[in-house]
């Protein structure tokens, strides 16, 4: 059992070395960027397990072996969350096609987590692909009624949100719960988005009340509902 769950951490490890790239490419492919594992530094190419920031942090000092310069703390976040959330998946799921709905999940999460951190977006590549994956995924469980139900819920909800506020919550936001309501069903998807509304007025007011951020800053949102998500369908379901 023990090996098993590290085998399961090792293999989320290396998705989240490939989840890097995409992380790393997708604010840059109109520059042509690389889906190769690259050095954000000096943009050398990185060969063999210095590939895999958690071996690089380990193993070469945290450094880029090309101009020395640190590896981003980012990429071993990725790689470790990828790794424990791999590791809840294991312990979680019921049965094969339980499973695969929730590894998927997780490999669409993590992605949009970090890109929403860093530059406010969600990107239609994942959630528009994520929202027919889950509904496929719900269909195969017996879960389409709810599916349907979350995604029309969760959707709407944030879409009338984002319409009043215009600003904060965003499309992008409506198309992540959307996606979450497909995977999960309707009663999850309601308990993650309390969750990601009480963690957002939480920590906006932690970081107003400590003036961190302005009342003009913009704090995206998507990480909040994303922690949401993750708690309801790992921790809580
Ligand atoms: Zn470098």
New binding site residues.
Partial sequence: MVWRLVGVFVLGVLAGSMLNRFIYWWPRQEEGGTLQSA?P????LWQGLEQISLWGLCFSGGR?H????HIPLRYVLVELMTGILFVLVALRGQGALDLIRLFLFVLLLVPLFFIDLKHHRLPNILTMPGIALGFALSAGLGQLKSAIAGFVVGGGVLFLVALITRGGIGMGDAKLQAMVGAFLGLRLMLISLAIGIILGGVVGLVLLLFQIRGRKDMIPYGPFLITGAILASLVIA
């Fill in positions: 050095c530094h000096c943009g050398n880029c090309y101009c020395g310069d």
